[in-house]
């Protein structure tokens, strides 16, 4: 009950609604297997002993009610009668296995439309993290989640689920019937199939889960490998190391598919015994029959019904049982991916932002007030009791030795981290959950690692938005301001719509920078951010971005963290970071002529 009671968790209402519509489809699908089986009893008594069709009551009305005329010399007109009781046989037959087909054909595709919801889901939930929980999850694991074990959790508890019901449905129906007809014998069949079915699951089921709690690790180890392996492509070339990583790959890919392969051969294996079974079985009530009918006519129709009941209804119990053992594998990953839903739904989560939010005017200053942070799990402070001023349009720069605390102050101005004490304000507007994404619709930002994607150059500048939305106008002015315009214009065969390749692998790592800072300046930002964005560029192309950097100076408010110190030599104020704290702040001339430790960072870099 634990696991339905999960599997029912994870659906969205209007999917739990239409569960209860599926219900009502797979019990009407039971009664017509059952309809179809019981058909058969009337015809085959009709056939060993015609006498029934006048004897017998039920059958005596209906020949006279489906309106056969007499015969000259016969009483009734037996062989059209005959013909009509096969004839509704077989529709019986036909409607019952197309409504079945149907049913199974809805109940697929209600899966499958619940497998893009939970997948949907997750992405929502994994979106709406803080980016600090991001800091402590590798990326394979959520993609692992996303494309794979949703899949799996569908596939391997909610579908088994189903079938479950389904298949248990039609042989409930089809025991109720047997019983009907001859309580002793349906209750010998009943125990004669369930046994094997039973035995076989009793003694496999603790097997299952250690194979499926096995198959979820082995899969997070797969996509760890492959995500890690091919991210780092060059270095696995230069080093020689393809088939260290080949090895690694193959023995939780070996663990995954033997632990798959283990689970259908379990769900299969009773079938096996149930022919033997089957056809001693068969034996058996014939001779059950013989002893209890004085006459063979008595026996056919009670013979026929249990042999088309066990065509229908073996096979409904080797699903019942092959959906057990393959919702009891799946167990693991559906605790796995439950357990992971519900903490993400119970996490400190943003809003998603509306695509047409409205950026935050700045007129008079941004702000930080004895603004402290620290990461989880972290025993020190990464910067602690920082209060600065940046006045509008004015460009500023942010210098420090590694671990200063450069990053994660600029990460509280971008909004992706809060400060644990402090405020930061914008005209003195205190920047929180309520209009955090007004204000990051601000800023343009230039990280140092620029995310590119298999697109063009123009879709990556434009990066967010369609073909036919992009300004083709803007991207070339931006380009130009980026000193990216003459290369593309020049040297690329496609110009704008040139194909960059995954990450931007067919660019040099200045050409990817340059895209980044034209992407940062192609919606217009008030507040433009470098995170050491010129680290990856030559000294020549450095210098002409700085240049047009500089140009925008008192027009827009810039914000950069210096790789180079050259890069903030013209920055109306400079500030200096040491363990976290605030040491000094001044024009570059100013800090060289009185701090000995920003000269020391000037002399070292030349």
Known sequence: MNTIKKIYRLLLPAERSKARWMLTIVITMAILEAAGV???????????????????????????????LRVENEPINLKGFMFMLGLIVFITFILSTLFKAWTIYLLERYAQKCNVSLCDQLVRSYLRQSYVWFLN????DIGKAILSEATAVINGALFPLIMIIAYGSVTIAIMILLFIVDPLLA?????????????????????????????????????????????????????GLENILLSRFESPS?????????????????????????????????????????????IVPILSLYTVAAYRLMPSLQQVYSQVTTLRFSIPALDLLYEDLESLNQSDIDELPLINTIPMSIKKHISLNKVNFKYPGQSLSAINNISLNIPVK??????????????????????????????LKVDNILINKQNIRSWQKTIGYVPQQIFLTDDSIAANIAFGLDEESIDYKMVEKVA??????????????NGYLTKIGEQGVRLSGGQRQRIGIARALYYNPEVLIFDEATSALDNVTERLVMEAVNKLGHQKTIIIIAHRLSTVQNCDCIFVLENGRLEDQGTFDELVERNSRFKNMLENKK
């Open 137 to 140: 999850r590798h990326s394979s």
């Open 394 to 423: 004015t460009t500023v720069g942010i210098v420090g030795s590694t671990g200063s605390g450069k990053t994660t102050m600029v990460d509280i101005v971008l909004g992706l981290l809060e400060p644990n004490n402090g405020e």
């Open 38 to 68: 019981a058909s058969i009893a009337p015809f085959m008594a009709v056939i060993a002993n015609p006498e029934l069709v006048s004897s017998n009551l039920y059958l005596s009305k209906f020949y006279d009610f489906s309106g056969f």
């Open 187 to 239: 209750i010998y069949i009943g125990l004669g199939l369930s046994f094997i079915y039973a035995l076989t699951y009793f003694f496999l089921r603790k097997l299952l889960i250690n194979l499926g709690d096995d198959r979820v690790l082995a899969n997070k180890e797969r996509y760890k490998i492959v995500q890690e392996g091919f991210s780092g492509i060059k270095d696995i070339k230069v080093f």
């Open 480 to 493: 130009t301001i980026a000193n990216l315009h003459e290369f593309v214009v020049d040297k690329l065969p």
């Open 254 to 298: 070996l663990r995954y598919a033997k632990h798959t392969a283990t689970q259908h051969i379990i769900g299969k294996l009773p079938r096996f015994f149930m022919e033997i079974l089957a056809f001693g079985g068969m034996l058996s009530v014939i001779l059950y029959l013989m002893m209890s009918y004085n006459n063979f006519s008595g």
